[in-house]
């Protein structure tokens, strides 16, 4: 018995994101509602290499986000290391 080929959106709901990862599952969610749209305007099912394109935009948002948060936390804790060493005795 062969297996039925996994449709694009059985794919995608597939991927194995980390726990806590909030900004990747939104990505996710919001490409399996693209993806259910599109099957529902009668469109047929999106083919796979049609997926990247759609999940790009949101996917550099993300690293934007990601990108901008580390550089905040990086000065937070440089900050937080010149308060420590400021504390110190002399």
Same mark, same amino acid.
């Given at each position: 018995?062969?297996?039925? %080929? @996994?449709? *694009?959106?059985?794919?995608?709901?597939?991927?194995?994101?980390? %726990?806590?990862?909030?900004?990747?599952?939104?990505?996710?969610?919001?490409?399996?509602?693209?993806? &259910?749209?599109?099957?529902?305007?009668?469109?047929?099912?999106?083919? %796979?290499?049609?997926?990247? %394109?759609?999940?790009?935009?949101?996917?550099?948002? *993300?690293?934007?986000? +990601?990108?901008?948060? @580390?550089? /905040?936390?990086?000065?937070?804790?440089?900050? +937080? &290391?010149?308060? +420590? @060493? /400021?504390?110190?005795?002399?």
């Amino acid at each position: 018995m062969s297996e039925q %080929p @996994l449709s *694009v959106a059985e794919m995608v709901a597939a991927w194995p994101l980390p %726990p806590g990862a909030h900004l990747a599952d939104a990505v996710r969610r919001q490409l399996l509602a693209t993806l &259910e749209a599109t099957a529902e305007q009668g469109d047929g099912e999106l083919a %796979p290499e049609a997926l990247a %394109p759609l999940a790009l935009a949101p996917l550099l948002i *993300v690293l934007g986000r +990601l990108e901008v948060d @580390l550089a /905040d936390a990086r000065t937070r804790i440089d900050e +937080l &290391e010149r308060a +420590l @060493l /400021d504390r110190r005795p002399r």
